[in-house]
């Protein structure tokens, strides 16, 4: 008989949720999962893979919902508020981070990180700052797991065509649905890729903005599509595409170094990105970049203000992206687009980081022998 598993993410870009997707699919059968916690977008699910879902935090639906399934266990993916509900109702939960290398003191002052999760699960990762080293270093049950990735497939492609996919799975986030962002890099990329088939991959709340943004624009979008794939289909039409750019999300860029696809990274949409793009280079076999080179929006300037915590610089990079929807940058993009375009690419930095696996099979050992432990101790 399955065992009933709650699963639940924070709702920041498609990045926690692709890596729900890839738990769930890698583990559904085994495990019964029920979604629970904040509200996340379904669309790049299978259809019926949830047995019950549960979009909420009122600590007694969740636990009407936890004891009418009768659910021990809990995979928590950046959601310390609802990791924080469920241990509070002796729900034994796996937290699984995947941006260790972002987090500082003030990070833990703030309430952020579930220090004492039964197992937490940080994702393997290269330059690890002095902060987080700290950081993790309070951690009571810490394990590292390898990158979580979706299992390739390659039957999807949007077109029959060559087409040039962007993806921007990071748009959507509580602040707000990247407005601004589109305004500054996909409308010049749009102008720039006039004459091509494109496919834009994007949350369903983003698709939204977008669409809405291009016709505020007066692009042509006959050769447009805006899609949220489902994750098969997501890389399958990474792999097929003729030429692929991504904000760098981490998780895109791991499953995009398993296709040993040329990738163009894209100007970063939050914190994390920052970071992000420094990983692609020693992660990605080629790659290409561009990004804001601004005072402001640059990594250097981001870290002098962390200590201020990770919400604070959130909430300054989308008003400094913001800042340049009124100003000359569309122009200065596009020039500087079209300049990458005619360079080579780059080759994969030396690096000591090494992917030894999947983090979906670290996830099912962690599960398989915190379930045996249980049943050894009865």
Known sequence: MKRNIIIGTNNFGLGPVGKVSSIVTGLSDEYNFFACGNEFDLNIFNNGIFKDTLFSKDKEKISNFVEKYNIDYAIVVLDVELATILMNLNVKVIFVDSLPFMWTQA?????????????????????????????????KNLKWINPIQSKFEKKYRPYKEEYIHINVGGLHSPIGNGESYIKTVIIPLLKIFKSEKIIITCGTTAKISILNELKNEGIDSRNIKVETLQQKDFISSINNAKLFLTSPGLTTIYETESLHKPTIILPPQNLSQFYN???????????????????????????SILPKGETYVVDKIYEFITELVNSNFENKFIEQFNLILKQDYKKKEKSDFKIEGNGVEDIRKILINLIEGETNEI
């Open 277 to 303: 793009i420094e990983y692609a280079k020693k992660i990605l076999d080629e790659y290409k970049t561009i990004n804001w080179d601004t005072q402001k929006l640059n990594l250097d300037y981001l870290q």
């Open 107 to 139: 990070d833990i002052d703030e309430g952020l990180l579930p220090l004492d999760a039964t197992v937490y699960c940080a994702q393997k990762c290269c330059n690890l700052t002095e902060a987080s080293k700290k950081v993790l270093a309070q951690v």
